[in-house]
Nanobody, 120 residues
């Protein structure tokens, strides 16, 4: 299996930046994609971004495109979410997830989440 640990969350003013990290351990050789999701108070969890492990192809939510960038360091088994021009509506618990090559290739592994709070 795969274990995921997020870090880098915190309090930042609107317009500021944060970089989240998610370190994977365990059977990391099975990772196909890693992604970021977020859940704000009173709202459902939503997709933010993901990246393929081998080719680095990315998918970014329209709500954060142009402000957030996802990247990965395969040697460190770590995925990053660089968040720029943060807005109060970005406030949420951010979680990373891993999709493996094991059928049915779903986001079966999740981290505990890290709080991001953007003040106005």
């Amino acid at each position: 299996q795969v274990q995921l640990v997020e870090s880098g969350g915190g309090l930042v003013q609107a317009g500021g930046s944060l970089r989240l990290s998610c370190a994977a351990s365990g059977r990391t050789f099975t990772i196909y994609n890693m992604g970021w999701f977020r859940q704000a108070p009173g709202k459902e969890r939503e997709f933010v971004a993901d990246i393929s492990w081998s080719g680095g192809r990315t998918d970014i939510s329209d709500s954060v495109k142009g402000r957030f960038t996802i990247s990965r360091d395969n040697a460190k088994n770590t995925v990053y979410l660089q968040m720029n021009s943060l807005k109060p509506e970005d406030t949420a618990v951010y979680s990373c997830a891993a999709k493996t090559t094991v059928v049915p290739m779903i986001y079966a592994y999740w981290g505990q989440g890290t709080q991001v709070t953007v003040s106005s």
